[in-house]
């Protein structure tokens, strides 16, 4: 059975590939700001991180439903996701910039926040839609409180932290600079495999199927 990725997130490609499954990732073109822009304006406030993680998970699993790379129309399930990080109420995506990843790292440093990761899952076996099915998982990040302003300069040098939610990973450099997870560690890095699993399931279909024989 194949497992389709709207995003282009590395992470997420390398975290499926170590569990058995090699997906056809297919870049979903989604206007992020502009989805979560308009949603908050039909509510007239602000999303939880939780809520917005699932918005644009959605978001980037139906972009691609009509899609059909090879020329091929889709057949298995989609899979879209996204993430965000939260310290203080406040919602941090990518920083892109040195800069805004310092100013991060300072305020972060031995303290503790919540990685969010939306999950999207739709059912698309026979060519067609047939269900579809989210859910939002967290887990708690505790930095470690000796990290030295060297070490910021230097992991922020490598270019790694700026194209991550919260400017920072737990499966590359970054993760010397975490004391612990609460909650399951596959949700920092954007993709919770036991939800994916759990999901699956409820659309009928077994998680077993999308490992690669």
Do not use: C
Request: hydrophobic share 45%; proline share 4%; net charge negative.
């Amino acid at each position: 059975m194949r497992l389709y990725l709207a995003s282009t997130s590395p992470a997420r490609l390398t975290t499926l590939r170590n569990v058995g499954i090699e997906p056809t990732a297919i870049a979903p073109g989604v206007d992020e700001e502009a989805v979560v822009a308009e949603r908050e304006a039909e509510l007239g406030h602000a999303l939880a991180a939780a809520d917005m993680v699932q918005l644009l998970a959605r978001a980037k699993a139906e972009a691609i439903v009509s899609t059909q790379p090879g020329g091929e129309v889709l057949d298995g399930f989609i899979l879209g996701g996204d993430s965000a990080f939260e310290l203080d109420g406040v919602i941090y995506g990518k920083p892109h910039r040195p800069e805004v990843a310092l100013e991060r790292w300072q305020v972060q440093r031995g303290r503790s926040g919540v990685l969010h990761s939306g999950h999207w899952v739709i059912d698309h076996r026979g060519g067609q839609v047939r269900g579809a099915v989210g859910r939002a998982s967290s887990a708690v990040v505790h930095f470690a409180g000796d990290i030295e302003d060297d070490e910021i300069d230097a992991y922020i040098a490598t270019g790694e932290p700026l194209s991550v939610a919260g400017a920072f990973t737990i499966d590359s450099k970054g993760a010397a600079f975490i004391d612990r997870i609460e909650g399951d560690p596959h949700t920092v890095v954007g993709l919770s495999v036991p939800l994916l699993r759990v999901l699956v399931h409820e659309l009928g279909g077994r998680f077993t199927d999308l490992w690669n024989r």
